[in-house]
Structure formats: C-alpha cells, structure tokens
C-alpha cells in the first residue's frame, strides 16, 4: 500500500519527534525592545481576573528577528506588567509572527495570543527600525539610534501570563473554564545597546495598542538574546471572570462562530 500521510504515526516516531522537542538549540535573535509607562487605569482596564496591575504601569513591547534552521522569522509582543497573587510578570496581550508554525504551537499550546503579521527588524549603521504591520496598519514602530553598548545584562527568568481556552461548539462561552497559564523563560544576552530613540503607535481596528499611551518612555535597546521556556497551568479561572475579554485574541468576534464578514471588514 501506498504511503498514507494522514495515516496514525507508529510509536517510535513518535519517540522521535519527542526526543527531539526535548532537546531544542539555541535560537538567537535580534531585536529591540521598548518599555514605557502608561496611564494606570488603562493597565487595570486590559487585565482579567484575577490578573491585577504592577505598582507601575508599565507597556513592553519587542520586535526581533532570527533565523532557524534557515527559514527567517520575525516575532513581536506587546504586553503589560501585571501580578497573579505573589508573581510579578507581563500580560501579553498581542504576539505578532510572520509563520503560521510559529502562530499555531504557541497558541494552541500555550493560549499565547498570537496572529500572523509582517515584523522586520533593519539596522543601517546606527540608525535601527523595528515595525509590526498588519492589514496594511504599521501599528508599533521603533526607531532610533544606537548610543552606545551596554554592561552584557545578567541571565533572568520572566514570567508571562496567559488564558488558555477554546470558544464553545454552541458560540456560547467557552467549551471548558480558562487556563491561567504562566510561562517561565531563562533569557541571556550576548551583547546589548542603548538606543536613542522614540516609539510610534498608529491606530489599527485589529491591534489597539494604540489605546497604551506612551506617557514617559523608560528605555529602547538593541540586543541579541536567547531564551527557553516551560509552561504550566497555574489555575482555572471562572469563564464569566475571561468571557468579557476573548474579543482581545481575535480580530472580530464573529471568528469564533465563522459567520461570515461584512464587506470593507477585516478577515
């Protein structure tokens, strides 16, 4: 019989491809990050129970590039600080990627509120540009020039949070309660610089980031980092508690039903 693709995959290559995630390399990326304070209640307003905001309104957003295994990717997060009971961390609350492998296993895996986009990262001497465009909206841009290195950060862990969830088959809240999902990463750094800078957010119907005002922009470095990370379910939350917020992963909330899109609307 011929090779059927669809066909259930025998155990040892499933041991394989298990064996295999197990042991990941090393990815490095470059990017640029921004980190700026917002108004407070615009970080109490994005956050669902039981998340609840940091001592400071802080907005982070990241825009990097590397390369695995020859294929270029480019990855972007735009997220808040934020606690869950005694765990202080980010609430990411977009994810912007250019490949639909990388959009899927985070999402599916992880609930990390990931879609596809265009994100570039360009250095032309000093001078350095990091954009995330989607339906034809550049809605985060940082731009500058490089100032000067920086000391080589020490390695960090960070926590970032997640809900993971699936819409229900009916169209009426969810199939199951929400995942609270914290994600643990060990970040390093093989160099790092300051840049001079500024950060634009345009205004997009599908990405609001521009609702996080730029009040006082605390930072913009350029660096080339590499991290893992490991995922866990932290608790489960009451599906009225995340219900009012499931319109933040999608670009419409029509998607979780598939009715079909009015003319002129994004899809």
């Given at each position: 019989m011929a090779r059927v693709r669809y066909a259930a995959r025998s155990p040892e290559s499933l041991d394989r491809a298990a064996r295999d995630r197990s042991v990941l390399p090393e990815i490095w990326s470059t990017g640029v990050v921004a980190l700026w304070e917002t108004d407070p209640e615009v970080v109490a307003a994005v956050l669902p129970p039981p998340l609840v905001p940091a001592d400071v309104p802080l907005?982070?957003?990241?825009?990097?590039?590397?390369?695995?295994?020859?294929?270029?990717?480019?990855?972007?997060?735009?997220?808040?600080?934020?606690?869950?009971?005694?765990?202080?961390?980010?609430?990411?609350?977009?994810?912007?990627?250019?490949?639909?492998?990388?959009v899927i296993?985070?999402?599916?895996?992880?609930?990390?509120?990931?879609?596809?986009?265009?994100?570039?990262?360009?250095?032309?001497?000093?001078?350095?540009?990091?954009?995330?465009?989607?339906?034809?909206?550049?809605?985060?841009?940082?731009?500058?020039?490089?100032?000067?290195?920086?000391?080589?950060?020490?390695?960090?862990?960070?926590?970032?949070?997640?809900?993971?969830?699936?819409?229900?088959?009916d169209g009426d809240g969810f199939d199951a309660d929400p995942m609270l999902v914290h994600v643990v990463r060990h970040e390093k750094h093989r160099w790092a610089a300051r840049v001079e800078g500024e950060v634009i957010l345009r205004d997009s119907a599908a990405d609001p980031v521009a609702d996080l005002p730029v009040r006082r922009l605390v930072s913009v470095t350029l660096g080339e980092r590499t991290s893992d990370q490991k995922g866990f379910v932290a608790e489960r939350v009451k599906a009225d508690l995340v219900l009012p917020y499931i319109h933040q992963r999608y670009d419409d909330i029509a998607q979780i039903a598939d009715d079909p899109p009015e003319p002129g609307d994004h899809v």
């Open positions: 907005v982070r957003a990241n825009i990097a590039a590397c390369d695995i295994n020859g294929h270029p990717l480019g990855a972007g997060a735009v997220a808040v600080r934020c606690r869950h009971g005694a765990v202080e961390g980010d609430y990411t609350l977009t994810m912007p990627m250019t490949t639909e492998r990388a296993g985070g999402r599916e895996v992880f609930g990390e509120p990931k879609k596809l986009a265009e994100v570039t990262v360009d250095r032309d001497g000093d001078g350095v540009v990091a954009k995330v465009t989607r339906h034809g909206v550049t809605y985060v841009e940082i731009r500058g020039r490089v100032a000067g290195e920086l000391p080589l950060p020490e390695p960090r862990r960070t926590t970032s949070f997640y809900y993971k969830f699936l819409p229900a088959v």
